[in-house]
């Protein structure tokens, strides 16, 4: 977590939300002795401006026009809606591709980097700190990962040939939102 730059080949870390997914990817990992080929997405914050964790996030963000805080070095690992659906097909389509992938895209960044890139969409001035308490009862299974953070890289996709539509956050929020953000 934090700084550290974490990939497919990285040992898991620690929580309930790690314990969960270890025990979701050791019942896919059965699915080999059966003889049937098993992916296992392991998905960063989906970026969409229709639903998911960035609807639920965005009303802090407005309330309090400012970065997030909290614990540790908040670094997110995220992926552009498009991309997550891209990543599947890819799967999908090649019976080479197995095991796990990091379905994150190559340019994690610190939270106070997705705050700004967010606050000039919505023309917010403020640099007051978001306390960690709204998010975590907003997002409470992934309060600890978003106010934490956790470097992670697609090695494993990168190296199968999957190429990302948005590789960059400022990009996505720019095409998510139709305007300009940098």
Known sequence: TGDELVDENHRPGAGPLVSLCNGWEDACSEAKHLGVRAVRLRAGLVLD????????LLPVFKFYESDLAGPGRRIISWIHREDMVGMIMFCLDR?????????VSPDPRP??????????????????LVPGE?????LPDAS??????????????KSLGFEFKYEN??????????????
């Not at 600890?144 to 996709?157: F, H, R, S, Y």
């Not at 956050?169 to 940098?182: I, N, T």
């Open 169 to 182: 956050m400022q990009d996505a929020l720019e095409a998510m939102y139709q305007v300009p953000v940098g």
């Open 134 to 138: 709204p998010v975590s009862s907003l």
């Open 111 to 128: 939270l106070a980097d997705f705050g700004r890139l967010l606050r000039r969409y919505m023309g917010a001035r403020n640099w007051d």
């Open 144 to 157: 600890d990962i978003i106010l934490q953070g956790c470097k992670v890289m697609p090695a494993k996709a």
């Open 95 to 103: 019976f080479t591709v197995w095991g796990s992938l990091n379905a």
């Open 49 to 56: 401006e229709g639903g998911g964790p960035l609807a639920q």
